[in-house]
């Protein structure tokens, strides 16, 4: 499994918590919160899909939904897409249950407000939305485990043991060698030092004779009065 942003670890929580609270579990249903003051107006007949802004919130800040639009359609296509990849890894189930309609929304515009529509205009993500928001998502086991292991899978979890233990066989090989070469170096200055010492040793007594003989000429130089 990839790399998951903090966005989509969010999404995955949310789609738990509203999995075990329902069995309608839709994409509106876990970005609902997203969507204060907004609604997503889907058309499956024109193949439409709009934001429906609160008017009065929208003429006191025209900007502020220009970029809710760029940012919000972004953020339904990595959710999307994370369904998907979901799906993939078997954690996940996708299907239509519900019977096909007209059009549907969902968001949290209040009832009656007027508002202004903004179209997403592009046809991919259009596509996307229209075909995945009317699916039933239905999570396994494995979805909740994935969140608990702090979102990984086990295979995941498998290799990172794996990597930790070959580390660690590393190391201990590294400092076994360090060891070994220390050892090795400790023994042959040793062995030097004794080779040194018993030359001094064998000097040692050729100078005692050498000594003895110069006495011994000395004395018969100079004998004993």
């Known amino acids: 499994m990839r790399k998951l942003s903090e966005g989509e670890k969010s999404f995955i929580n949310e789609l738990i918590r509203v999995s075990e609270n329902s069995h309608d579990v839709f994409l509106a249903n876990i970005i609902d919160r997203e969507l204060n003051n907004v609604d997503v107006y889907l058309d499956y007949i024109s193949n439409i899909v709009d934001y429906r802004f609160d008017q009065n919130l929208y003429n006191n800040d025209p900007n502020q939904f220009i970029y809710y639009v760029r940012e919000f359609t972004w953020k339904m296509r990595q959710y999307i897409q994370l369904l998907i990849d979901l799906e993939k890894n078997g954690m996940l189930f996708l299907f239509q249950e519900s019977p096909n309609v007209a059009n549907s929304r969902f968001g949290r515009l209040i009832s009656g407000n007027q508002f202004i529509p903004s179209r997403i205009n592009d046809l991919e993500t259009t596509k996307l939305i229209i075909d995945y928001a009317k699916k039933t998502i239905i999570i396994n086991e ?84």
Not at 158 to 181: C, F, H, V
Not at 189 to 216: G, M
Request: proline residues 1%.
């Open 142 to 225: 494995s979805l909740k485990h994935f969140a608990k292991n702090d979102f990984r899978t086990d295979e995941e979890i498998r290799y990172e043991e794996e990597k930790e233990t070959s580390i660690k066989s590393l190391k201990t090989a590294k400092n076994t060698l360090y060891i070994t070469i220390c050892a090795l170096i400790l023994t042959m200055i040793t062995s030097l030092l004794q080779i040194f010492s018993s030359n001094n040793d064998v000097a040692n007594k050729n100078n005692l004779k050498v000594l003895k003989v110069l006495e011994n000429i000395h004395s018969d130089i100079h004998p004993k009065k």
